[in-house]
């Protein structure tokens, strides 16, 4: 799965394909076909509860410890909580750290140009949505776009086997259900609905959420700053994401662990992050200095698209 080749330096729009045939895909499709399982198995309030909390708790983990964390260290934390960060965001069925973080470090490299890996504006909304995930081009983690975290060997065990936290969260999850239905069966769940609720929805949900911050906010939103790309700052995307759809702003300065960069632009994950920081959990957030809000020219959509 590692590699030192340069397998995501030179991108080749015109030979990518989706590998029907691959393991990815095949995945993906039962993920959703499972969802199907809401029409037949009952509905509890503990269920959807588990589907909140594995939804919070994962997006967190994407948005704070993936994105700002591995891919940007836009703070700081030490070695255990850099490894819950990497255990709860590989639960979430998108690859392991490395992975996710050296192939978003491309993306910035060379956001909106032609060897983009996810770039809806050349690519596309569904290849920069999913279709880029299951090309077997992209399968393997590059290394030498992310040594500084790829030096840990407990990172390394995640990005090898990124199976392993989620099949145990569905375990869990399937437990939970089974214990609670013997010891409180007036909350009415089952291992099975726990498991639909806790893991395949919000694994799913979680998916698209996710998926979009790649296929729209690169399409549909403001501008705040003249970035050499197409980034834009999406409100709904940012409710969504826990605050990733301020896209334009995190593209014009992606070291602060900050994208909301006002009180209004709601960034659940900064919130987070500046809570976890009074604890002492994580340190050092880097924020936007003043000469970057001083930058903020209000490009609308319209003229963003005469001044790339
Ligand atoms: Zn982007
Ligand atoms: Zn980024």
């Given amino acids: 799965m590692y590699t030192s080749k340069t397998s995501t330096d030179a991108p080749n729009a015109a030979s990518d394909r989706v590998n029907f045939k691959g393991f990815s895909f095949l995945g993906l499709v039962l ?3 499972a969802c199907l399982l809401v029409f037949w198995l009952d509905f509890s309030w503990t269920a959807l509860a588990a589907y909140l909390v594995m939804l919070v708790l994962r997006t967190f983990a994407l948005t704070a410890g993936f994105h700002r964390y591995f891919s940007h260290r836009s703070f700081q934390t030490g070695r ?3 490894f819950v960060l990497g255990w709860l965001g590989t639960a979430a069925m998108q690859r392991g750290p490395l992975w996710w973080a050296a192939h978003h470090r491309h993306h910035h490299a060379h956001s909106d140009a032609e060897n983009d890996i996810h770039s809806p504006v050349t690519r596309g909304f569904w290849w920069s949505h999913v279709g880029w995930i299951l090309c077997r081009r992209y399968d393997e983690t590059n290394l030498r776009l992310i040594p500084d975290f790829a030096k840990y060997p407990e990172l390394r065990w995640l990005d090898r086997f990124f199976l392993v936290p989620p099949l145990l969260l569905a375990l869990t999850l399937y437990g939970a259900g089974v214990w609670l239905n013997a010891t409180f069966p007036a909350l009415q769940t089952t291992g099975l609905q726990m498991v639909l609720y806790g893991f395949v929805l ?16 690169h399409v549909f939103g403001r501008r705040r700053f003249l970035t050499g790309d197409q ?3 999406n409100a709904m995307v940012a409710l969504l994401t826990m605050g990733e759809g301020w896209h334009n702003n995190h593209h014009f300065y992606p070291a602060s662990a900050r994208q909301g960069f006002y009180w209004w632009e709601v960034d659940m994950t900064w919130w987070t992050l500046r809570m976890l920081a009074w604890f002492g959990i994580v340190s050092h957030l880097h924020t936007p200095p003043a000469h970057v809000y001083a930058q903020r020219t209000r490009v609308t959509s319209q003229a963003a698209q005469n001044h790339p």
Avoid at 202 to 217: A, D, G, K
């Fill in 202 to 217: 919000s694994t799913v949900t979680l998916y698209h959420t996710t998926f979009c911050v790649n296929s729209l906010t």
């Fill in 231 to 233: 980034s834009r700052n």
């Fill in 80 to 82: 255990l909580f850099q």
């Fill in 31 to 33: 993920m959703h076909l």
